[in-house]
């Protein structure tokens, strides 16, 4: 007969076993170690289906993402003033930073900038802009359609892994970019209004190498509601990253 201490270890076992079986989801627990987190994805991983798969989306922000966030902690724990500063802060001021983490924080905080954007921006696609983000779009980009087409070329044309962004100066116009890695509008001084990632963990398994099918699908999970909040913010200098 099993002693008592062992049952109660075996039920424990067991427990857990059970728990992985109903939920197999492999929640990161070491990007919580510092100041910045891993932030909820805000809609279910199949949300974006067909468009965006629902294995993409687990992997993307629950592993990719979350690696970001992890390494960024990992590159400011020696350095209480850097941990301290908001993100788009640290981003703004990367020459300023001490020269042995200045490119974990780049690749890393830009990683975590861009990707809690991204987030933000997708879900409830479909539709169009309306009000003063229309009215920005068609002056500042010519138009929805005239947009589209030229935010998709240049996110055919980004040579590796990087992001199209459609940014807000600092003089408030809007302006289509796009970016090497996870560089990103804010170290310039810049706001991101909207962005598309084009690494390859961002739709490979749907669409292997085929990028301008995913950029083109990727406007039908676009949230103009969310980006026009988004607008509203930067207008008002509120809007961070």
């Not at 197999?24 to 070491?30: E, H, I, L």
């Not at 989306?57 to 941990?83: C, F, G, P, Q």
């Not at 861009?114 to 068609?138: C, E, R, T, V, Y």
């Not at 560089?183 to 909207?194: A, H, I, N, Y």
Request: glycine share 8%; proline share 6%.
């Amino acid at each position: 007969m099993p002693s008592i201490e062992r049952r109660t270890l075996l039920k424990g076992a067991a427990a857990a076993a059970l728990a992985a079986t109903v939920n197999p989801r492999v929640v990161w627990s070491a990007e919580e170690a510092g100041p910045f987190k891993l932030p909820p994805l805000p809609y279910d991983f199949a949300a974006l289906e067909p468009s965006i798969d629902a294995q993409t989306m687990e992997l993307h922000h629950d592993k990719h993402h979350a690696a970001y966030v992890k390494k960024l902690n990992e590159a400011v724990k020696d350095h209480s003033k850097v941990a301290a500063m908001p993100i788009e802060e640290i981003l703004a001021k990367l020459p300023e930073l001490p020269e042995d983490i200045r490119t974990a924080v780049r690749n890393n905080g830009g990683g975590h900038a861009n990707h809690s954007m991204f987030w933000q921006i997708m879900g409830n696609g479909g539709g169009a802009p309306d009000g003063d983000l229309k009215a920005a779009i068609d002056s500042d980009l010519g138009g929805l359609d005239k947009l589209k087409q030229a935010f998709n070329s240049k996110g055919e044309k980004v040579f590796g892994s990087g992001w199209v962004f459609v940014s807000v100066t600092p003089e408030g116009k809007l302006a289509l970019v796009s970016k090497p890695n996870q560089d990103t509008p804010v170290m310039e001084g810049g706001r991101v209004l909207f962005g598309n990632d084009v690494w390859e963990h961002a739709y490979y398994l749907k669409y292997q190498n085929r990028r301008p099918e995913y950029l083109k699908a990727w406007w039908d999970v676009v949230n103009w509601k969310a980006i026009g909040e988004r607008y509203a913010a930067a207008k008002a200098g509120k809007l961070t990253i």
